[in-house]
């Protein structure tokens, strides 16, 4: 029985349905492991995670035996065995599994049990629950292999203490959510330590699937509750880390420790990621944006610029007669500042033809939200042809405090293929954007400016859609900084009016953004993805039904 292991941890991205890609990856990784025991994987690396219905598929499951088979094949010449994590279909059901392979073949399977059905997850639709898993034997060491969700709760790990586990290993497949570093470390790991006694290292994988981000920050704790290593968020690494056994008790040596972003640097971080791999793997040759000379298309360019270099981002300024000189002059600097393409599309020809095309059927009714309604939609159709004829991708830019109460249009400007701004309240892109103009995220080193992204006065001057007159947005709504607590009550906590009242908010206010985040609805439904940055996000995380007539007052 050996006392001393080598086991690799591979923090690394996925290619959705790509098996082939994924194992050819997972062999190239192991191929620089040399000298380890065994390399462990992140759940459903084989296959991509979250899979949604893909794993329906009888083609990819067969694609999924063979590729396994393909890789236990490999371990044949000695050297690292693997842990690889997969689907397996038994008795007309599926398992998202992890395998070990070793020696040449296929020596042990353990099934998933915890299956997350919430927020972002929907895992029962797809999976059966698996037995509380035994132990894995692998060089006279018995590891637990919880998946997951399966560290959540307390079951599979007391379970596997109890059969004699030495060594818990967790592949997972975490997306980002802020404050989240903590809940895991801690609130997590920290307690199955605490319950065990039994040392857990816990891998996460790295990169943008659709609107998840996945942050990586793996790390093991010892049974003393110390963090013997600490990888970083963000970036994919491979590190060797030396176990021990001391006294019965195995021990990971102490190692590198990184440091993991703060906030708003994660979130940032996030975003940067989550609009990169969404580009290109979905192959785009860029983005487009309209760049208004104001706060939310200003941050969403910086972001785009920071995730795909300056020379694939694309600026376009569409001013029409209520677009003020300040935001025109916003615009230039913006672009400039980023090194950005930059061009000026005027749409006061195609508004000129609308007015004349409805002004008959218009005729005796005043100017209202339908001629700033038809300016939108005029810009979501140019941008949009733009993107058609260039292939660049549209960028859209609005906010979740728009999304939230429908101050945004439904063919205008929430047209496009995916949003960077989706998940970020109002008054958190204000801190991102003075974050951004005071630092260099770490995944931008290289691609955007060192210095501002945006003058000063895009942070500092009233938000405006600019589709009339004098237009500000505190004319339609509360000042951001009382909507977005309101929202976030209403939205991450599902607090009712009356809760929120007793928190000190005006109660008619209160209840008008509950009736406009209801009535709201069915714009989310048709608006682009967008990355997740908190824990309820619309879309995954948030299904509300259109048809809603509940209110809490």
Not at 329 to 358: K, N, Q, T
Not at 424 to 449: E, I, Q
Request: glycine share 8%; aromatic share 8%; hydrophobic share 40%.
């Amino acid at each position: 029985m050996t006392d001393k292991l080598v086991i690799a941890l591979a923090q690394m991205t996925q290619s959705m349905g790509d098996l082939k890609a994924n194992a050819d990856a997972m062999l190239e990784w192991r191929a620089r492991a040399q000298g380890a025991d065994l390399i462990v994987f992140p759940e459903l690396q084989l296959i991509g995670y979250p899979p949604e219905d893909l794993v329906l598929k009888p083609a990819l499951v067969t694609q999924a035996d063979y590729q396994l088979d393909r890789l236990a094949q490999e371990t044949a010449d000695g050297g690292p065995a693997m842990l690889v994590g997969t689907v397996v279909a038994a008795q007309g059901v599926l398992f998202n599994v992890v395998a070990l392979l070793d020696n040449g073949a296929v020596t042990t399977v353990r099934a998933k049990r915890e299956l997350p059905n919430y927020g972002t997850f929907d895992e029962k639709r797809l999976f059966a629950p698996g037995p509380l898993p035994a132990p894995i034997d692998f060089r006279g060491v018995k590891f637990g292999v919880p998946i997951c969700e399966d560290i959540w709760f307390p079951f599979v790990t007391a379970h596997l203490k109890a059969q004699g586990a030495k060594i818990l290993i967790s592949p997972n497949g975490s997306p980002f959510e802020v404050d989240k570093d903590d809940r895991r470390l801690n609130a997590v790991a920290g307690t199955r330590v605490r319950e065990t006694g039994l040392p857990l290292a816990y891998l996460n994988r790295v990169g943008g699937q659709d609107e998840l981000v996945f942050d990586g920050a793996s790390f093991v704790m010892n049974a003393d509750l110390s963090v013997a290593q600490q990888l970083p968020d963000w970036e994919e690494t491979l590190v060797l880390t030396q176990w021990e056994k001391w006294d019965g008790q195995w021990v990971c040596l102490p190692g590198d420790r990184h440091e993991l972003d703060p906030r708003p640097a994660d979130i940032y971080n996030a975003m940067v990621l989550g609009l990169r791999d969404y580009v290109n793997r979905n192959r785009f040759p860029g983005v487009v944006l309209g760049l208004s000379g104001g706060i939310d298309s200003a941050l969403s360019a910086a972001v785009a610029v920071d995730a795909l270099g300056a020379d694939r981002v694309w600026c376009v300024m569409m001013p029409s007669r209520f677009t003020s000189q300040d935001s025109l002059d916003d615009a230039v600097e913006c672009a400039r500042l980023l090194g950005v393409r930059y061009d000026i599309i005027p749409i006061a020809p195609a508004v000129g033809a609308f007015d004349a095309m409805l002004g008959p059927v218009f005729d005796g009714r005043a100017p209202d939200l339908t001629e700033e309604n038809l300016q939108s939609r005029i810009r979501g159709v140019t941008l949009m042809g733009l993107s058609n004829k260039f292939g660049h991708m549209l960028l859209t830019t609005g906010n979740k405090s728009e999304m939230s109460v429908g101050y945004a249009t439904i063919y205008g400007d929430m047209a496009g293929g995916y949003s960077v701004l989706k998940d970020a309240y109002k008054t958190t892109v204000f801190d991102l954007s003075r974050w951004r103009n005071a630092h260099v995220p770490s995944l931008g080193a290289g691609m955007g400016p060192a210095g501002p992204v945006m003058p000063e006065r895009v942070i500092t001057k009233p938000p405006s859609a600019e589709l009339r007159a004098d237009q500000r947005d505190d004319d339609s709504l509360p000042p951001y900084e009382i909507l977005d607590p309101i929202l976030y009550g209403l939205v991450e906590e599902e607090l009712s009016v009356d809760d929120l009242v007793a928190r000190g908010f005006e109660k008619e206010t209160v209840a008008r953004i509950e009736r406009l985040l209801y009535v709201a609805e069915y714009k989310r439904r048709q608006a682009p993805p967008g990355v997740k940055l908190g824990i309820r996000n619309f879309g995954r995380d948030r299904r509300y039904p259109i048809t809603n007539a509940f209110r809490t007052i």
